[in-house]
């Protein structure tokens, strides 16, 4: 059930990330940038909402996940989805493209992580299996940038 969860979420974001950018009114070089865009937005508002908001200000339901990671996830957190209406409203349809592109990817690796860790790069895994088991590090989890950047990777 988990399964169908994460790649029914991973098919509809990616499916309305298509449609958008085929609905788009601008030119492919600013589509193109605008995508970027949101993918590089994308993956730090995961960094700081599951650093500073999951493991600070609302860390009941997250502690849940940590305490039994493999378990069955089996609710759409709708939240996310309230927040990419606000994106399209703010800063359009290519712009969240790339956020749902980039969600959609998040969904893969996570979902890797706990239920097919052979289908990830040993790279995203060990940094997110290290963030199990030391959770004051490595926040990001479809990308070890922000770790990087902001200095909380783990030197494995």
């Known amino acids: 059930m988990t399964a169908l969860i994460y790649f029914g979420e991973m098919l509809v974001a990616s499916s309305l990330a298509i449609v958008l950018l085929a609905l788009s009114p601008f030119r492919m070089s600013s589509?193109?940038?605008l995508l970027a865009a949101g993918v590089v937005t994308w993956t730090l508002?995961?960094?700081?909402v599951h650093r500073f908001v999951l493991h600070g200000l609302v860390t009941t339901q997250h502690g849940l996940h940590h305490a039994n990671p493999d378990a069955a996830v089996l609710n759409i957190f709708w939240q996310i989805w309230a927040?990419?209406?606000?994106?399209?409203?703010?800063?359009?349809g290519a712009f969240l493209a790339g956020g749902l592109f980039a969600y959609s990817w998040y969904l893969f690796v996570h979902h890797c992580a706990h239920h097919g860790p052979d289908r990830l790069s040993l790279r995203l895994l060990q940094h997110h299996r290290s963030h199990h088991q030391f959770a004051t590090r490595n926040y990001g989890?479809?990308?070890?940038l922000w770790d990087r950047i902001f200095g909380t990777?783990?030197?494995q």
């Open 153 to 155: 990777i783990s030197r």
């Open 45 to 48: 508002a995961e960094y700081v």
């Open 141 to 144: 989890v479809s990308t070890t």
């Open 31 to 33: 589509n193109v940038a």
């Open 83 to 92: 927040c990419f209406a606000l994106i399209y409203l703010i800063a359009g």
